[in-house]
């Protein structure tokens, strides 16, 4: 499924237009991104938490010539952990 679709599934659901569908599913996606970027956790309960993970840097090998070592820096990277009642509606 694509945003498309998900906004039509709300918009059909919740009773409402598409562009309203719209700017609350923008309106989530932004609120969560805001929330994590300022390295905070936003838990939906049941469904599951979204935050920041620091990756580590470390030394790797250059694809292109594998004789030569690179510094891959570290990294931040949105995470999600799935929540108990979304890991059983999955099985």
Same mark, same amino acid.
């Given at each position: 499924?694509? &945003?498309?679709?998900?906004?039509?599934?709300?918009?059909?659901?919740?009773? $409402?237009? &598409?562009?309203?569908?719209?700017?609350?599913?923008?309106?989530?996606?932004?609120?969560?991104?805001?929330?994590?970027?300022?390295?905070?956790?936003?838990? $939906?309960?049941?469904?599951?938490? *979204?935050?920041?993970?620091?990756?580590?840097?470390?030394?790797?090998?250059?694809?292109?010539?594998?004789?030569? &070592?690179?510094? $891959?820096?570290?990294?931040?990277?949105?995470? *999600?952990?799935?929540? &108990?009642?979304?890991?059983?509606?999955?099985?």
């Amino acid at each position: 499924m694509n &945003k498309a679709a998900l906004i039509d599934v709300l918009s059909e659901r919740l009773g $409402i237009g &598409k562009s309203e569908s719209e700017k609350t599913l923008n309106t989530l996606v932004e609120v969560i991104t805001n929330t994590i970027k300022n390295g905070e956790e936003v838990t $939906i309960t049941g469904f599951g938490a *979204f935050s920041v993970h620091q990756r580590k840097g470390r030394i790797g090998v250059n694809p292109r010539n594998p004789s030569e &070592k690179i510094d $891959i820096p570290s990294v931040r990277t949105p995470k *999600f952990k799935a929540g &108990k009642s979304l890991k059983e509606a999955v099985r």
